[in-house]
């Protein structure tokens, strides 16, 4: 999936799960903020497509990280788009706040929940458009494992099918804006 498709996918997922009232109890300030860092973190160096930047790309062919098999966590669509990764940060963080008894304010809160869900909305938009590549040796997907045995629908990046799901996510992203602007929430 190409980086504007993978924004609105992110703000789309904050602004869908907030009206399905699911995850965090946000204000309509902290929609907003959450929304902006879903974009934010789920595209380009910011995102799991840090592994497709020119500096992850050189320390990918200068470290022997192939010992590790399966081709090596480093590399795109390896293991910085695993699943398991912000899943286990998202399970210490639950465990941190309780344990310790803290809670960050709610705008640093929204913020933090807007980023890990932009993050987690990445894979799913891989799983159906990372077509593979054979001649990187990547296959199409996503890894189920830590950086092998990947899953996808591999359809084309940046393809007809991508444009059109990219106006849908953009209306759906204004439509949530001016939800979240003029208050309107299906819970009152
Ligand atoms: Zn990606």
Redesign the pocket.
């Known amino acids: 999936?190409m980086t504007p498709t993978?924004r609105r996918l992110g703000a789309a997922t904050v602004l869908g799960l907030h009206t399905a009232a699911v995850g965090a109890a946000l204000t309509p300030a902290g929609v907003l903020v959450a929304a902006v860092a879903a974009a934010v973190f789920s595209g380009g160096p910011t995102?799991?497509?840090v592994d497709?930047q020119p500096g992850a790309k050189a320390a990918d062919r200068r470290l022997p990280d192939e010992a590790l098999g399966h081709g090596g966590p480093l590399g795109h669509?390896r293991l910085a788009?695993w699943w398991g990764l912000p899943t286990a940060l998202g399970v210490a963080y639950a465990l941190g706040s309780y344990t310790v008894g803290y809670h960050p304010p709610a705008l640093v809160w929204a913020a933090l929940w807007g980023a890990w869900v932009g993050w987690l909305s990445?894979l799913p938009?891989?799983a159906v458009f990372?077509q593979g590549n054979w001649r990187y040796g990547l296959p199409k997907g996503i890894p189920l494992m830590p950086w092998w045995r990947h899953v996808g629908l591999g359809v084309k990046c940046g393809g007809k099918a991508e444009r059109v799901v990219g106006r849908i996510l953009a209306v759906a992203v204004a439509a949530g804006l001016v939800a979240t602007a003029i208050g309107w929430h299906p819970a009152h």
């Open positions: 999936m993978h995102s799991p497509d497709n669509r788009h990445h938009g891989d990372g």
